[in-house]
C-alpha cells in the first residue's frame, strides 16, 4: 500500500522537469526535493527489515539524488550570477540524467521483487 507513495513522488518528477523547459528554475529544485523526500519517506517507512541488496540500492540512488540536489543548488546560482562556474549547470544535468536513470531500475527491480 505504501508503494502509491511512488504516485505523487512520479508526478512532482514530471511537473519538475516541465518546470525546467519552462526556465522556472527555482520551482524545479523545490519539486525535486519534495520527490526525493517522498521517496525516502517510502524506503524509512517501509514495514519490514528491507534485503540488504533493496536497501543497498535505494540509499545509493538516494545519495545520489542528494549530491544531484546540491549541485543543482550551485548551478541556481551559477545561473542567477552568484557563482562564476559555468560547467556546474553541465555537471548537474549529467548527474540528474544518472540519477534519473537510477531511479527507474531501482524502482523496476523494486516493484518487481518476490513478495514474501
Sequence with gaps: ?????????ALMLALA????RQGDH???????TAAITI????????PRPLHPAHL????????????TLLL???????REGRHARAALARIHRASGALTLIGLVLTTFIWLLRHRQ
Excluded: Q, S
Design 1 to 9: 500500500m505504501l508503494d502509491l507513495l511512488l504516485i505523487p513522488a
Design 17 to 20: 522537469l516541465r518546470a525546467v
Design 26 to 32: 527555482r520551482l524545479h529544485g523545490h519539486l525535486m
Design 39 to 46: 521517496v525516502a519517506l517510502r524506503v524509512i517507512l517501509h
Design 56 to 67: 543497498l540500492l535505494w540509499v545509493g540512488t538516494l545519495v545520489v539524488a542528494g549530491a
Design 72 to 78: 543543482g543548488r550551485a548551478a541556481l546560482g551559477w
